[in-house]
Protein backbone atom coordinates (compact mmCIF):
# COMPACT_ATOMS: atom_id res chain seq x y z
CA UNK A 1 0.00 0.00 0.00
CA UNK A 2 1.01 3.80 -0.73
CA UNK A 3 3.21 4.95 2.97
CA UNK A 4 2.68 8.33 3.89
CA UNK A 5 5.40 9.28 6.99
CA UNK A 6 4.98 12.57 9.32
CA UNK A 7 7.84 14.53 10.91
CA UNK A 8 8.26 14.96 13.11
CA UNK A 9 6.74 11.88 15.54
CA UNK A 10 6.34 13.97 18.57
CA UNK A 11 7.16 17.42 19.49
CA UNK A 12 7.08 19.18 23.02
CA UNK A 13 7.06 23.14 22.83
CA UNK A 14 6.45 25.85 25.26
CA UNK A 15 3.43 27.55 25.06
CA UNK A 16 3.29 30.64 22.52
CA UNK A 17 5.69 29.36 20.42
CA UNK A 18 4.58 27.76 16.82
CA UNK A 19 5.45 24.19 15.36
CA UNK A 20 5.59 23.06 12.04
CA UNK A 21 4.46 19.54 11.27
CA UNK A 22 5.31 17.54 7.72
CA UNK A 23 3.24 15.58 6.02
CA UNK A 24 4.42 13.41 2.86
CA UNK A 25 3.54 11.18 0.63
CA UNK A 26 6.29 8.85 -0.15
CA UNK A 27 5.61 6.53 -3.31
CA UNK A 28 3.09 8.93 -4.83
CA UNK A 29 1.40 12.07 -5.56
CA UNK A 30 -1.50 13.04 -3.77
CA UNK A 31 -3.22 15.94 -4.50
CA UNK A 32 -5.33 16.09 -1.73
CA UNK A 33 -4.22 15.70 1.92
CA UNK A 34 -6.21 15.44 5.08
CA UNK A 35 -5.44 16.76 8.54
CA UNK A 36 -6.80 14.99 11.72
CA UNK A 37 -6.49 15.49 15.36
CA UNK A 38 -7.34 13.07 18.06
CA UNK A 39 -7.87 13.51 21.23
CA UNK A 40 -7.16 10.62 24.37
CA UNK A 41 -9.91 7.99 23.96
CA UNK A 42 -11.77 10.37 21.17
CA UNK A 43 -12.19 9.73 17.61
CA UNK A 44 -10.24 11.62 15.04
CA UNK A 45 -11.53 15.23 14.05
CA UNK A 46 -11.14 15.91 10.59
CA UNK A 47 -9.45 19.72 10.92
CA UNK A 48 -8.90 20.71 7.37
CA UNK A 49 -8.58 19.20 3.70
CA UNK A 50 -4.95 20.32 1.99
CA UNK A 51 -5.18 21.07 -1.70
CA UNK A 52 -2.24 21.17 -3.66
CA UNK A 53 -1.52 24.58 -5.14
CA UNK A 54 -4.42 26.04 -3.35
CA UNK A 55 -5.80 27.28 0.20
CA UNK A 56 -7.14 24.76 2.66
CA UNK A 57 -10.74 23.91 3.40
CA UNK A 58 -10.93 24.37 7.38
CA UNK A 59 -13.76 22.47 9.10
CA UNK A 60 -16.32 24.40 11.16
CA UNK A 61 -14.71 25.32 14.43
CA UNK A 62 -11.15 25.33 13.28
CA UNK A 63 -9.37 28.87 13.49
CA UNK A 64 -7.36 28.83 9.63
CA UNK A 65 -4.96 31.52 11.76
CA UNK A 66 -3.57 29.64 14.34
CA UNK A 67 -3.85 26.18 11.85
CA UNK A 68 -1.24 26.79 9.06
CA UNK A 69 -1.75 24.84 6.07
CA UNK A 70 0.64 24.69 3.28
CA UNK A 71 0.30 22.17 0.37
CA UNK A 72 3.26 23.24 -1.60
CA UNK A 73 3.77 20.42 -3.82
CA UNK A 74 1.96 16.97 -4.70
CA UNK A 75 4.20 15.22 -2.20
CA UNK A 76 4.52 17.22 0.50
CA UNK A 77 1.53 19.46 3.02
CA UNK A 78 2.67 20.93 6.50
CA UNK A 79 0.45 21.90 8.95
CA UNK A 80 1.52 24.88 11.54
CA UNK A 81 0.22 25.39 15.24
CA UNK A 82 0.91 29.22 15.56
CA UNK A 83 1.33 30.54 19.21
CA UNK A 84 0.70 27.38 20.39
CA UNK A 85 -1.39 26.65 23.92
CA UNK A 86 -1.57 23.59 25.68
CA UNK A 87 -4.94 22.86 24.54
CA UNK A 88 -3.58 22.37 21.21
CA UNK A 89 -1.64 19.27 22.80
CA UNK A 90 -3.15 16.14 20.88
CA UNK A 91 -2.36 13.70 18.58
CA UNK A 92 -2.23 14.86 14.54
CA UNK A 93 -2.17 12.38 12.23
CA UNK A 94 -2.58 13.31 8.21
CA UNK A 95 -3.88 11.05 5.68
CA UNK A 96 -3.40 11.02 1.49
CA UNK A 97 -5.10 9.73 -1.04
CA UNK A 98 -3.82 6.42 -3.09
CA UNK A 99 -4.52 4.54 -6.15
CA UNK A 100 -8.22 4.13 -5.14
CA UNK A 101 -10.29 7.35 -4.97
CA UNK A 102 -11.75 5.60 -1.61
CA UNK A 103 -8.81 4.97 0.33
CA UNK A 104 -6.90 6.62 2.14
CA UNK A 105 -3.52 6.49 3.97
CA UNK A 106 -2.04 7.60 7.27
CA UNK A 107 0.46 9.16 8.81
CA UNK A 108 2.12 7.66 11.63
CA UNK A 109 1.10 10.94 13.73
CA UNK A 110 2.74 13.21 15.71
CA UNK A 111 2.57 14.00 19.29
CA UNK A 112 2.33 17.63 20.64
CA UNK A 113 2.71 18.32 24.06
CA UNK A 114 2.57 22.42 24.45
CA UNK A 115 3.79 23.18 28.43
CA UNK B 1 -23.78 15.59 15.84
CA UNK B 2 -21.85 12.04 15.89
CA UNK B 3 -23.21 10.84 12.34
CA UNK B 4 -20.86 7.87 12.70
CA UNK B 5 -21.39 5.70 15.76
CA UNK B 6 -19.27 2.80 17.58
CA UNK B 7 -21.67 1.88 20.68
CA UNK B 8 -19.13 -0.56 22.10
CA UNK B 9 -16.05 1.31 23.55
CA UNK B 10 -14.85 -1.91 24.43
CA UNK B 11 -15.09 -5.48 23.77
CA UNK B 12 -13.00 -8.29 25.04
CA UNK B 13 -13.03 -11.73 22.85
CA UNK B 14 -10.80 -14.90 23.47
CA UNK B 15 -8.79 -16.00 21.06
CA UNK B 16 -9.96 -18.26 18.20
CA UNK B 17 -13.67 -16.65 19.02
CA UNK B 18 -15.28 -14.46 16.73
CA UNK B 19 -15.18 -11.18 17.55
CA UNK B 20 -18.05 -9.02 16.23
CA UNK B 21 -17.75 -4.41 15.78
CA UNK B 22 -20.81 -2.75 15.47
CA UNK B 23 -21.14 0.70 14.04
CA UNK B 24 -24.43 2.34 12.94
CA UNK B 25 -24.75 6.00 11.43
CA UNK B 26 -27.42 8.40 10.59
CA UNK B 27 -26.61 10.02 7.04
CA UNK B 28 -28.44 8.07 4.50
CA UNK B 29 -26.02 9.56 2.19
CA UNK B 30 -22.94 7.41 3.09
CA UNK B 31 -22.16 5.21 0.23
CA UNK B 32 -19.17 4.13 1.34
CA UNK B 33 -17.84 2.79 4.35
CA UNK B 34 -14.12 0.83 5.82
CA UNK B 35 -13.07 0.17 9.07
CA UNK B 36 -9.63 1.07 10.42
CA UNK B 37 -7.46 -0.76 12.87
CA UNK B 38 -5.40 1.68 14.83
CA UNK B 39 -2.62 1.54 17.87
CA UNK B 40 -1.29 4.11 20.36
CA UNK B 41 0.36 6.60 19.10
CA UNK B 42 0.05 5.37 15.11
CA UNK B 43 -1.83 6.19 12.55
CA UNK B 44 -4.20 4.38 11.39
CA UNK B 45 -4.20 1.22 9.18
CA UNK B 46 -7.00 0.35 6.11
CA UNK B 47 -8.68 -2.91 7.10
CA UNK B 48 -11.34 -3.36 5.02
CA UNK B 49 -14.19 -1.25 2.92
CA UNK B 50 -17.37 -2.13 1.50
CA UNK B 51 -19.73 -0.02 -1.30
CA UNK B 52 -23.48 0.65 -0.27
CA UNK B 53 -24.31 -1.75 -3.22
CA UNK B 54 -22.78 -4.87 -1.64
CA UNK B 55 -23.83 -6.26 1.42
CA UNK B 56 -20.80 -8.24 2.55
CA UNK B 57 -17.51 -7.98 1.51
CA UNK B 58 -14.78 -10.48 2.62
CA UNK B 59 -10.89 -10.36 3.38
CA UNK B 60 -9.42 -12.76 4.71
CA UNK B 61 -10.16 -13.28 8.44
CA UNK B 62 -12.44 -9.86 8.06
CA UNK B 63 -16.20 -9.85 7.04
CA UNK B 64 -17.82 -6.36 6.66
CA UNK B 65 -21.70 -6.60 6.70
CA UNK B 66 -23.57 -3.81 5.45
CA UNK B 67 -27.35 -3.00 6.60
CA UNK B 68 -28.62 -0.01 4.80
CA UNK B 69 -31.99 0.34 6.07
CA UNK B 70 -30.80 -0.25 9.47
CA UNK B 71 -28.01 2.07 8.72
CA UNK B 72 -25.68 -0.58 10.46
CA UNK B 73 -22.70 -2.16 9.49
CA UNK B 74 -20.65 -4.74 11.14
CA UNK B 75 -16.81 -6.14 11.23
CA UNK B 76 -16.15 -9.74 12.25
CA UNK B 77 -12.99 -10.89 12.90
CA UNK B 78 -12.76 -14.71 13.08
CA UNK B 79 -10.48 -16.42 14.01
CA UNK B 80 -9.21 -13.63 16.55
CA UNK B 81 -5.90 -13.47 17.36
CA UNK B 82 -3.81 -11.39 19.95
CA UNK B 83 -2.46 -9.46 17.62
CA UNK B 84 -6.25 -7.96 17.04
CA UNK B 85 -6.36 -6.07 20.09
CA UNK B 86 -6.27 -2.58 19.08
CA UNK B 87 -8.58 0.27 18.38
CA UNK B 88 -11.05 -0.50 15.58
CA UNK B 89 -12.76 2.63 13.87
CA UNK B 90 -15.38 3.03 11.28
CA UNK B 91 -15.32 5.63 8.96
CA UNK B 92 -17.83 6.22 5.90
CA UNK B 93 -17.73 9.09 2.92
CA UNK B 94 -20.16 10.00 0.25
CA UNK B 95 -19.15 9.57 -3.36
CA UNK B 96 -19.56 13.12 -3.61
CA UNK B 97 -16.76 14.33 -1.08
CA UNK B 98 -13.40 12.75 0.33
CA UNK B 99 -13.95 13.40 3.71
CA UNK B 100 -13.77 10.37 6.17
CA UNK B 101 -16.55 11.04 8.70
CA UNK B 102 -15.08 8.93 11.31
CA UNK B 103 -16.71 6.46 14.45
CA UNK B 104 -15.80 6.73 17.87
CA UNK B 105 -14.09 3.35 18.22
CA UNK B 106 -14.63 0.13 19.96
CA UNK B 107 -11.15 -1.12 22.00
CA UNK B 108 -10.73 -4.54 21.10
CA UNK B 109 -8.69 -6.87 23.19
CA UNK B 110 -8.06 -10.48 22.64
CA UNK B 111 -7.41 -12.89 25.41
CA UNK B 112 -5.70 -15.83 25.30
Redesign the interface.
Known amino acids: ?AV?S?HPSWVICKSGTSVKIECRSLDFQAT?M?WYRQFPK?????MA?SNEGSKATYEQGVEKDKFLINHASLTLSTLTVTSAHPEDSS?Y?C?A?GDS?????????T?LTVT | DQQVKQNSPSLSVQEGRISILNCDYTNSMFD?F?W?KKYP??????LI?ISSIKDKNEDGRFTVFLNKSAKHLSLHIVPSQPGDSAVY?CAA?TGTA????????TRLQVTL
Open positions: GVQTFQSLMLTFISFSYEQYFGPGR | YLYAEGPTFSFLSKLTFGTG
